[in-house]
Every structure is written in structure tokens, then in C-alpha cells.
């Protein structure tokens, strides 16, 4: 008897929303049946597929079609609003990062998945680089010993090729701010390993994106970690022309290691006592979007993880809970932020 493949449909054919139509068009466990999009077919050039297409996930949901798994990939802005939509329509769902703007749009997704026992996936891409996983098996082992300073450095290009006027990125209501569209993922990264902060504060700064974006370009912010240990979140996006880097420097009471690279994929230092560092497998390439960069192209895992655990199979490699708190950790940053500019005006 032949497995039953997971049918998707996906909405949002930008170009991460492409991404996920292709990844589960190969794989050989998935259908792909609808996709959706504000704009029409011509406009994004796809003319040529042969899955439905729907201009509005009203129309889509509407179709009654035999879909087990909506993937959405809008906006930030419409995440929760069609999480909610999707789930009530008692389909499983994937949200690409963040899940919400806000915490209480988060905490919505989450009751609702459990009111209609539906599973939500989250996609925190990087979770599934090596030096992630190894990071985490350094950290659940105990192997660096007690923690006590941690180090996030985020510095990337996102000039006016990014922000372009009349996108959505760069809008307050649509993109949320730079650290829920651009590094989501390694504040993801950082609670994965080390779980919740407290007593944040931090400086913040709009250098070079004052006529681009509605937000800050750049921020320095130091916190706590509940579980123990100090922690400093580096971010900007107005570095020139290229990325600079994405890393993670881990000093314990028995060692010091650092993940660094464009995107977090390269251990560039590890000197743990007793202990001898792994072959790693190597890091995918990042998403190349032409003139900029971004994360690894680990999509593939994340449908290759909605077919797993739909068919019990294995557990959701970052659940609802997790994307509510890194939606509630940004937001808290940012209240700190707030707070920070109002003085700043004052």
C-alpha cells in the first residue's frame, strides 16, 4: 500500500513562498495543490504552473479543497490573520518567521491551534545548520559547563535594493522592525540554547535608514538569562554593500566556543576541556536574493518536518510555544527601544 502524500497548499509566492512551492514540489512525500497571492499569476511569473491559484485566502479556503498543510508566507503583518483563518478552516500550519507581530497575536495562534487540535509549525530555518545542532548537544550536555557570557553579533547589509519603496519591508504595520524580519532566527538560535532573558536594556540607533524604513537600523542590548549567565545582542543592517557576519560566542565555566560566518555557519574557535570538536557536516548556502543575502536554504527540512511528524513520525522542530517567545522576547527588546527614543526626543 502506497503512503499517503502531505498535500499543501502555499500562500505568498514572494520569494521565500516560491521557495516552499518548489521544496514541496521535490519532495517525493508531498503534493503541492494551491498556491496564493495578491498579485496575479503573470506578475510573479507563473504562468507556467499547474497547481490552483487563488488571489485571496478567503477564495482559497472557500474552494473546500483536500489540503492538509497551508504554508504562509505574506507579510509579517498577515501572519496571524491567516494562521487564525487556516486554523479554523482545521488545517495544520506553517509560518514562516516571525509567527506574529505581538504576543498577544501569538498567544491567539496558540489557542486556536489547541482549540482545533491542529498543529503549527514554525520556521526557524537555522535550527537545522550543523553548527547549530552541535551547539545544542554542547548545551543539553552540559559540556561548556555553567554559562556565563553569551554574544550575538548580527551585522548585515539591507540598503535601498532591499527596501524598496511601495514593499512591504520596511513598514511598521507589515514588517514589525529589524529584528523580527531580519534576525528573528538567531534570537530564535539564542532561546533555543540558553532559554528566557530578563532586565534587558540597550541603546538603539537609525543611521543610514531613516528615509527607508520606519524603524530602527541598529541596536545594542544587554539582558540576563533566567537560567543563569550574562547575554549582549549586537544588531544592525546598515553595514555597506555586503553582510559582515552573524555570530554566537559562548564563554563557559569549561570552555569557549564561536559559530561565525555571514550566517552563522562556520566554528571559527572551540577549546572546551576534555574534549575533542566533530567533523561537521557543511552549512547549505544562504538564500541568494540577487543583490542581498539571507539565512541558510534549510527549507526542505522544514517540510521534510511537517510530513514527519503528521505521519507520528517525530516532534516539531520549533513549535508554536517557541515562536510566541521569541515573538514576546522581540517585543520586549523593542519596549526597551520605545522607551530609549522617547527619551532620546525628550
Not at 274 to 298: C, E, F, T
Amino acid at each position: 500500500m502506497s503512503k499517503k502524500k502531505t498535500k499543501f497548499a502555499v500562500i505568498g509566492q514572494g520569494h521565500i513562498g516560491k521557495r516552499h512551492a518548489e521544496m514541496i514540489r521535490r519532495n517525493p512525500d508531498s503534493e503541492l495543490v494551491a498556491v496564493c497571492d495578491v498579485l496575479d499569476k503573470k506578475a510573479l511569473g507563473l504562468e507556467d504552473i499547474s497547481e490552483k491559484y487563488f488571489t485571496s485566502i478567503d477564495d482559497l479556503l472557500a474552494a473546500n479543497l483536500d489540503v492538509d498543510v497551508i504554508n504562509i508566507c505574506t507579510p509579517n503583518g498577515y501572519h496571524s490573520e491567516y494562521a487564525l483563518k487556516s486554523l479554523e478552516a482545521k488545517k495544520d500550519v506553517v509560518i514562516e518567521k516571525p509567527i506574529a507581530l505581538t504576543k498577544l497575536e501569538a498567544e491567539k495562534i496558540l489557542f486556536k491551534s489547541l482549540q482545533m487540535s491542529k498543529h503549527v509549525f514554525c520556521v526557524m530555518q537555522n535550527r537545522y545548520s550543523p553548527p547549530s545542532v552541535w551547539l545544542k548537544e554542547l548545551v543539553d550536555n552540559n559540556t561548556l559547563g555553567e554559562i556565563f557570557i553569551v554574544k550575538l553579533d548580527c551585522y548585515w547589509n539591507r540598503d535601498d535594493r532591499y527596501y524598496k519603496k511601495g514593499n512591504w519591508h520596511g513598514d511598521a504595520k507589515l514588517d514589525g522592525g529589524t529584528l523580527f524580519t531580519q534576525f528573528s532566527h538567531f534570537v530564535d538560535i539564542m532561546y533555543w540554547l540558553f532559554g528566557d532573558i530578563n532586565n534587558i536594556s540597550g541603546t538603539f540607533g537609525d543611521f543610514n535608514h531613516k528615509n527607508l524604513t520606519d524603524f530602527e537600523d541598529t541596536g545594542v542590548v544587554t539582558f540576563n538569562f533566567v537560567n543563569g549567565g550574562i547575554g549582549n545582542l549586537n544588531y544592525s543592517t546598515s553595514v555597506w554593500d555586503t553582510n559582515l557576519e552573524s555570530s554566537i560566542t559562548i564563554i563557559g565555566s569549561k570552555g569557549t566556543v564561536k559559530v561565525a560566518g555571514q550566517y552563522m555557519n562556520e566554528v571559527v574557535y572551540c577549546n572546551i576541556k576534555d574534549y575533542v570538536m566533530p567533523v561537521l557536516a557543511p552549512s547549505n548556502p544562504p538564500n541568494d536574493y540577487g543583490a542581498y543575502k539571507g539565512s541558510a536554504q534549510n527549507h526542505h527540512y522544514v517540510i521534510e518536518n511537517v510530513i514527519e511528524k503528521l505521519n507520528n513520525k517525530g516532534s516539531i522542530t520549533t513549535n508554536v510555544l517557541e515562536g510566541l517567545k521569541v515573538v514576546d522576547i522581540i517585543e520586549r527588546i523593542y519596549d526597551v527601544r520605545d522607551k530609549h527614543w522617547k527619551k532620546v526626543v525628550e
